[in-house]
């Protein structure tokens, strides 16, 4: 019997994980990534527990935990205070693993070093999509032909052409109420891990295991907002606020610092699957970055999706794939719902909510990392399929 074949399209994480863990699965895999580069766009990324199992299943757990510099932290007030602290060692503890910080970059490189020279088509935008059906293959149109494939699976992002055409009735994304600047620049003194909170503006310090810091910032406002220089404007927003932030924009260059309007999908489509087509991250769950989990979903997704069509006939990929559904379409949809709420909150403007929001949490005192621990049990426990909960 022939190799079974699937067609990736996108190149990011999501899409680049699908692709191993497909190949460990014995597919014969096809990317297309529209970019000239497999260079991905972004700075700093979290690997959270339930991710780094993701990667388990690839073999590639241990090399990201390697990167893991996270030693404590915790929130912090605009003007340096501590409102909790928290030893990043308790995570390890409680969930088995810690959250690694490290540069995007990095992570697509680990993918990408396991795939077979010619796997990865750059400069192969898609045009177009059929979903096949049990009886037909799947075809994916390109400016460079057409390929034929027993899957599809779609991580072509939160504007997916994929999704529209499979659902043209589904939601468009909707703005999240704030943007975000990040960047990644060299430490010459030690930084302790933190999110600094304001009023609906935010702040992290991650430091990274080259001896960086990824550093990014939040703030309310309408879309389409731009600066000619957007150092600059961090400057001006943050320049107040206590050290380091001031000392780690100004060291900033300006090329480097990435701005984006916050879009996520608020009504998922009514299936993550139609035919022989799957989509994946945030072409189906793309959410705000609040709680560090698109990239952890998009990996969940991936390795979920491999299980569930191993060992499928080339007729029943169709089946599987309304498994598929079943399996992520809950649970992706609950993460996107919460990590909306938290950006609601972490974002709001309004200076008493942002107030009452730091008492609170202050007032918690020794509890606050324990209701923190049930806050996030429920994404961080998370298991690959196969292998039971934890």
């Known amino acids: 019997m022939a190799q079974p074949h699937a067609v990736v399209i996108g190149g990011g994480i999501g899409g680049l ?37 993701a990667l388990d299943v690839l073999g590639l757990g241990d090399a990201v935990r390697e990167r893991s510099s996270l030693h404590g932290g915790g929130i912090r007030r605009w ?4 409102l909790m602290r928290l030893d ?9 693993d810690p959250v690694v910080l490290l540069r995007r970059a990095t992570l697509v490189e680990l993918l990408a070093a396991g795939l077979p020279g010619g796997t990865v088509r750059t400069g192969s935008a898609v045009t177009g999509v059929d979903p096949g059906s049990r ?8 400016a460079s032909g057409e390929l034929a494939a027993d899957l599809v699976v779609a991580a072509d992002g939160i504007n997916s052409l994929t999704r529209r055409t499979l659902f043209p009735e589904a939601a468009d994304p909707v703005y999240a109420g704030f943007a975000t600047w990040r960047f ?31 550093v990014y910032a939040s703030v309310p406002g309408a879309p389409g907002a731009q600066a000619p220089d957007e150092r600059a404007e961090l400057l001006r ?19 480097d610092v990435l701005r984006n309007d916050v879009w996520y999908l608020d009504a998922p489509p009514r299936a993550y699957h139609r035919g022989r087509v799957a989509l ?28 569930t069509v191993s060992g499928t006939d080339r ?7 309304a498994r598929y559904t079943a399996a992520r379409r809950p649970r992706a949809s609950a993460v996107v719902r919460r990590s909306a709420r938290a950006g609601a909150l972490l974002c709001c403007g309004c200076r008493g909510v942002a107030a009452a929001r730091n008492l609170a949490l202050a007032a918690m005192g020794p509890l606050g990392p324990l209701l923190l621990r049930r806050s996030i049990a429920g994404i961080f426990d998370w298991s690959p399929p196969g292998e039971g909960r934890r």
């Open 280 to 307: 994946l991250g945030d072409a189906a769950h793309a959410m705000p970055p609040n709680l560090g989990q698109g990239g952890c979903q998009a990996m969940e997704d991936a390795v979920t999706l491999a299980h």
């Open 237 to 255: 927003r943050f320049a107040h606020w206590h050290a380091p932030i001031p000392q780690l924009l100004t060291a900033a260059e300006s090329g």
């Open 17 to 53: 994980t699908a692709a191993r863990a497909l190949l460990d699965g014995g597919w014969a895999v096809t990317v297309c990534e529209r970019s000239p580069s497999l260079e991905p766009v972004g700075a700093g990324l979290a690997v959270a527990p339930n991710a780094l199992r």
């Open 88 to 96: 990043a060692e308790r995570i390890r503890a409680w969930f088995g």
């Open 135 to 142: 009886t037909a293959p799947a075809h994916v149109l390109t």
């Open 79 to 82: 003007d340096g205070r501590w």
């Open 315 to 321: 007729a029943d990929v169709p089946a599987a794939l």
């Open 184 to 214: 990644i620049v060299p430490a010459d003194l030690p930084i302790v891990p933190a999110e600094s909170w304001g009023h609906g503006s935010v702040v992290g310090l991650m430091p990274l295991a080259d001896g960086s810091v990824y």
